[in-house]
């Protein structure tokens, strides 16, 4: 495939309905820093592009188990990572997408939170049964195409309607509900809400785990995951999966004024108005986006402790012309079907492949087909399920729950492949271990985190120290760095791998047949090749310079 095809396909698979929602609700709670995380993915891209996607094709692999497994040997790696997949498919996509859907038919309809869950979950049944995977592949591409344009609409109409980006900073500051809680401060937006570097000791993203944790994770997430490395895995030559890393990292800086800021705008549109006590009190002047009191928070959006994720299907209901705002919502809706359709289609395929056929190597299609049903019905219980302690986690905030669940999770896999890319003596033993204290650690704090949920404003903290005191932006750190001392302590305690471990599968030992600039029976002409590498080394500095700007000017 060519780049530029690839490339939107890279920015579409992170940037679902999920995510509108939940980048637009943490804009609303805490300003512009959340944009980060989109932001530092340019770096991760560039390194996906020029570092591990060579290393994928000199190895011949093309599934990321597979690259494991030739890596490291044994099945339990393997098995575990399967498990871990399953995990997270639970925690963050189908439950999130769950939640997103039916808070968007709760905000639109009206309708009760629980019977707007059941809903999604019947129609995306129906549309599994009826399209299966075919049609969400041809629907997904039209699908963002439609909901960036619509985004771009309701940017424009929302700037308009505070009077410009000059008067975002105001507007956003005086975002303040009419009901407060007396002897708190939790219904003042943020003073530092225009600043992308904040504070490492007290700020809600502070500047050290923005840089060095998320780095961590987004690797994790752009580098070692199956959906993102396919696509790159697709391309004609390295010369496209660097030219398609560098489109998606422009594109990757849209979000800021697409959806962070509009999210921002409906804190300070709909944070509700002072009312004046005669009469009954009028539903329009109730808070909605900004409220923080318990019983103005449940009716708004059925969660006690906070509402900042309806920002944006709010500002989709209020700005949004008539038949737009149909398209957006409908488009918004099938985009979170698919995305749980997709889910469901692997989860099924993971579990019966790589986990059941270990348990039962002479299962047949019959009953392989019938463990695949089973394990859908499975997910989506415990999804429902969880939906409950989702929404009362890390201040009802959709975005952050998502990057704190894997924060406990990814950064010993992530400490696994770069140390099995960039260190030959890493083996299986050290992985393995170096994977289950990761895993025993990082699961340790994210059952005290939904043991022990930030408590609503005006009630008493009463989190562990370990909770209150460590981010989990700087937990995702030590994590890594617990997790590589383990992998590093064991692989020099047991046997080095052997020759066939390392041939082809490190930094150190690529393959000399592919050279970097085309894949086997490319028949480019090498000056070409050559010429191209050169133009993405300069797009991908300038690159670099341009986000390194954004950073400076909002920093």
Known sequence: MTWWPIGASLFASSEGSGLFIGLAGSGAAGGLAVAGFEWNATYVLLALAWVFVPIYVSSEIVTMPEYIQKRYGGQRICMYLSVLSLLLSVFTKISIDLYAGALFVHICLGWNFYLSTTLMLIVTALYTIAGGLAAVIYTDALQTFIMVVGAVILAVKAFNQIGGYDRLEAAYAQAIPAKTITNTTCHLPRTDAMHMFRDPYTADLPWTGMTFGLTIMATWYWCTDQVIVQRSLSARDLNHVKASSILASYLKMLPMGLIVMPGMISRALYPGAVWSGMGP???????????????????????????????????VIELMPTGLRGLMIAVMMAALMSSLTSVFNSSSTLFTMD???????????????????????????????????????????????????????????????????????????GAFWGLMVGLAVGAGRMVLEFLHPAPPCGAPDVQPA????????????????????????????????????????????????????????????????????????????LLMCVNIFFYAYFA
């Open 355 to 429: 986990i059941w056929r270990q348990l039962r190597p002479r299962a047949g299609e019959r009953e392989l087909l019938l463990v695949g049903r089973l394990v859908i019905v499975v997910l989506i219980g415990v999804s429902v399920a969880w939906i409950p302690i989702l929404q009362g986690s890390n201040s009802g905030q959709l975005f952050i729950y998502m990057q704190s669940v894997t924060s406990s999770l990814a950064p010993p896999v992530t400490a696994v492949f770069v140390l099995g890319i960039f260190w030959r003596r890493a083996n299986e033993q």
């Open 466 to 541: 370990l909770l209150g005191s460590i981010h989990y932006l700087h937990f995702a750190v030590a994590l890594f760095v617990l997790s590589s001392a383990v992998v590093v302590s064991g692989s020099l305690l047991t046997p080095a791998p052997q020759g066939a471990q390392i041939e082809n599968l490190t930094w150190w030992t690529l393959s000399q047949a592919l050279p970097l600039g085309a894949k086997a029976g490319d028949g480019q002409m090498p000056q070409k090749q050559a010429f191209w590498a050169r133009v993405c080394g300069f797009n991908a500095i």
């Open 281 to 315: 009190e009028p539903p329009s002047l109730a808070d909605d986006v900004g409220c923080v009191v318990p019983s103005e928070c449940l009716r708004a959006c059925g969660a006690e402790i906070g509402c900042s994720n309806i920002a944006y299907p709010k500002l």
